[in-house]
């Protein structure tokens, strides 16, 4: 495989990523959407058994379990994983992504994007519920099944009703305006989350089964909660990735995604094996009362934004997001951003970043270009308790660069000469 | 009158105007809250009487004598204000602002904005309705007249409800935060929209008349106008400004307003007094098949968010907006904002610009530094038909230097020595 071969793999690769135009089209369950059936739980990340799984992920089993009514408590759930009678698989095997432990089980609603330029889609569970104590950071009481159990019962029922009505809901405009007003999708969702309210709000009243219900379904949609959009962004991205996951020939990565004790890439030209290393320790900000002694080690599927070239990769285009994730300065942002540009194929034309004179956020991450700077991509994440339940803070989490020199050695053994 | 004791009024009235945090507090008819009585019908911009009108402005002058009840047609609302049968006034005079005509009535259902920080208010109509056909752009037939009585009959009520429910609204915050996502708010209010409609939505159920109302109430504040805030922007500017409108001894523009035929503006050290001269021909895009020559001159008391600030001084926080009025580029809008920063006191610290160091929006623009330098304000907006009751494009108008000389003069006239 010659350098000019790989070259034209990986710009095709920016092609896939740059003309995907995913739009929302269904909410149906994982069992319908992804096929799930039986016993078997996605999670995020590279794949992982039950006993090496994090504390949060352990959680999100439990909450999954019960859900399901394969047990009546927390035990019994444990004792099932334990004895193997639980499958799991990662969400990133399954065209799906899952935020933080990214446990998705067969009755679990599921966004479903559609990106009909690549002929794409991606699936992502809507979000745990309007009363916190969230699944995703390892939640299993009460109000998260309540959570959960209102999700699949009334607001995603509604969401469908909605799209049925009003036909799919174009998120890559959406992002775009989005992005050109200070989010980076990854751990800012804020103009997002109010462009989706804007377009929910008025449908979802012919939608909701009730006026209790509808200003519930009001609340969750539009208040207190920026980072909403996060599912829908993620399974954008997803759907947009999806078209380089066997993509012969290219050393663009197709998937970062951590599991709480790895962090693991794919690669266009390597299909679906993994390359793995520890994920690290998020250098982050933390909610009051908490330090990095608490905190979990990376994780989640949310780096699915980087791969498509948002969240870190984006930095210049959010002053906002830099207060979060704990960013020196709009400068430091900026050259974030141009960082990010060295590891990166090209720009994606619909996401341009104005202070940059317009030139669009680094897509399609360089395996080669990885290796030969030293520059790793760029993650801006939330950060999870380690056994407590529940989001401490966020801020950049930096992968280690083995998984890239271990992938990039393997593109080599593949494609010798 | 010192320089020295110029220069510690005007650093007054940039304290004042930065110091202010607006909040929605109510909505009730201008006849309340603005203590209009009888045939009175207050005007955008410097005083003028009906037979110098232009044409959008007599347009809303029917509508209103129509909404209220005065008259029976349009013919009969002329005749009636040929007749001095209407008593005329500039919002400007009444804590008011009214965008491009800017009529406001007595039944007219207004938003109440209040400043608790200087101890001010101020008052905007609403909207002209769901179904475009606007009174501001002299719009008077059954659609538009359909619409005033829907907003005043349904849409305010609802309002006034949430706000009696929630307590008030901060504008202040909401205003910053939507800066930082890309709006100058005042040819861009997309995301103060979204801020606005994800804080009214649920509320609103319960405020409703029923299920079919407030769906129409949803869509009126979330879909399909991403100026729905602008009324919102503009109280909170003219409560600001409310505060310098009487300030000894400081050369600060207090108003800045047009009616389509003058261009006004009246300085905080000298009152009531206005400033006039002839409306600018706005420099602008044009929707498909209009041009220059349809256009009204300028118009609208909305070059308040200028006064205050925002709009085209704050033109380097908003790469969107530049699409909207026709700049050039980021580094050109970014020079604006410079520009600007050349006749104002000094910068506004909730309004951040992330691309200039986190430097604050121009504000508290001195009439003596506009003199020295030649550098007017900038002000954004919309234009007008000057015959066909629409919105015909955006653009930036720059508006006569006589009314600051003048003003200057008549402040050295005041102030000898």
Chains 1, 2 share one sequence.
Not at 155 to 170: C, H, K, M, N
Not at 288 to 294: I, L, Q, R, S, V
Request: charged share 20%.
């Amino acid at each position: 495989m010659t350098a000019m071969n790989v070259g034209a793999a990986n710009r095709e690769a920016l092609e896939r990523l740059c003309r995907a135009r995913p739009a929302w089209t269904a909410v149906r369950p994982a069992r319908e959407a992804i096929g799930l059936s039986g016993r078997t739980l996605l999670h995020a990340g590279p794949p992982i058994e039950w006993k090496r799984m994090c504390w949060p992920m352990r959680g999100a089993v439990r909450a999954a379990a019960l859900f399901e009514g394969w047990v009546r408590s927390a035990e019994e759930a444990d004792a099932l994983a334990a004895a193997g009678e639980i499958t799991f698989a990662p969400c990133a095997s399954h065209g799906a992504v899952g935020p933080m432990a990214g446990i998705i089980s067969p009755e679990t609603p599921v966004l479903v994007v559609e990106d009909r330029v690549n002929g794409t889609s991606a699936c992502s569970f809507i979000a745990d519920g309007p009363w916190g104590h969230q699944l995703r950071f390892g939640a299993h009481g009460p109000e998260t099944l309540a959570g959960l159990a209102w999700v699949r019962d009334v607001a995603a029922p509604a969401f469908a009703t909605v799209l049925e009505r009003e036909g799919p809901i174009d998120l890559a405009s959406l992002m775009a305006q989005a992005l050109s007003m200070g989010d980076e999708m990854h751990m800012r969702n804020a103009a997002a989350t109010g462009l989706l309210a804007r377009r929910l709000a008025a449908p979802l009243v012919a939608a909701a089964p009730n006026a209790a219900e509808l200003e519930k379904i009001l609340r969750f949609v539009t208040r207190d909660n920026d980072q909403f959009f996060l599912a829908w962004s993620m399974c954008a991205a997803k759907a947009a990735a999806r078209a380089i996951e066997d993509l012969p020939g290219s050393t663009v990565v197709s998937t970062m995604a951590r599991n709480g004790i790895e962090f693991g890439i794919r690669v266009a030209g390597l299909g679906e094996r993994w390359f793995t290393g520890p994920a690290s320790v998020v250098d982050g900000l933390y909610f009051p009362g908490f330090t990095a002694a608490d905190a979990n080690r990376d994780t989640g599927d949310s780096a699915i934004m980087e791969t498509y070239g948002l969240g870190g990769m984006a930095m210049a285009a959010s002053p906002a997001v830099q207060k979060i994730v704990g960013a020196k300065s709009f400068a430091d942002a900026v050259q974030t951003t141009r960082d990010m540009g060295e590891i990166c194929v090209g720009g994606n034309p619909l996401f341009p970043i104005a202070p940059l004179g317009g030139d669009g956020t680094p897509t399609a991450i360089d395996i080669r270009k990885v290796v030969q700077t030293g520059i790793v991509p760029r993650i801006n994440t939330a950060i999870a308790h380690a056994k407590a339940s529940r989001m401490i803070g966020a801020g950049i989490a930096t992968p280690p660069s083995g998984p890239f020199v271990d992938a990039l050695v393997a593109f080599g053994e593949r494609h010798p000469g």
